[in-house]
């Protein structure tokens, strides 16, 4: 990535949060992430910073795209069969492993999540629509 076009995404995206209370574990709550985008930080802490700056356009993360289980870029029968091992039922809280497939965020894996599921459905090599949950 250019230097022109990590300039211009930092200050688009830019947010600081500072807390002055020491700790010796850093955790960072994120909200509001789209799927399938690729985002970007830096953490400070005392007198050094992770990642050294020079390594901080580096440093990153791709949030899942709805429904894009295995982070191939499609969704497809693979990302069903993850799915489908998921499913829990209406008001049935889902485990820890199967949140990704709690797609509408209610804490359970059910027909509305394959609504939701289906519409983003691309087929295998066929790149998602990242808007196809909105």
Request: hydrophobic share 35%; aromatic share 8%; glycine share 8%.
């Amino acid at each position: 990535m250019g230097d022109r076009r990590a300039a211009r995404i930092a200050r688009r995206l830019r947010h600081d949060d500072t807390d002055p209370t020491p700790v010796t574990l850093h955790e960072v709550t994120l909200t509001n992430l789209l799927p399938g985008r690729e985002y970007f930080y830096k953490i400070s802490s005392g007198n050094g910073t992770y990642p050294a700056s020079s390594a901080a356009a580096e440093t990153f993360f791709v949030t899942l795209g709805v429904g894009d289980f295995d982070l191939d870029s499609d969704v497809d029968q693979a990302d069903y069969g993850v799915f489908q091992q998921c499913i829990s039922g209406i008001g049935v809280a889902v485990s820890q492993a199967c949140k990704i497939a709690d797609l509408d965020g209610d804490n359970d894996v059910d027909n509305s999540d394959f609504g939701i599921f289906q519409a983003c459905m691309s087929g295998a090599n066929m790149p998602y629509d990242p808007t196809c949950a909105d």
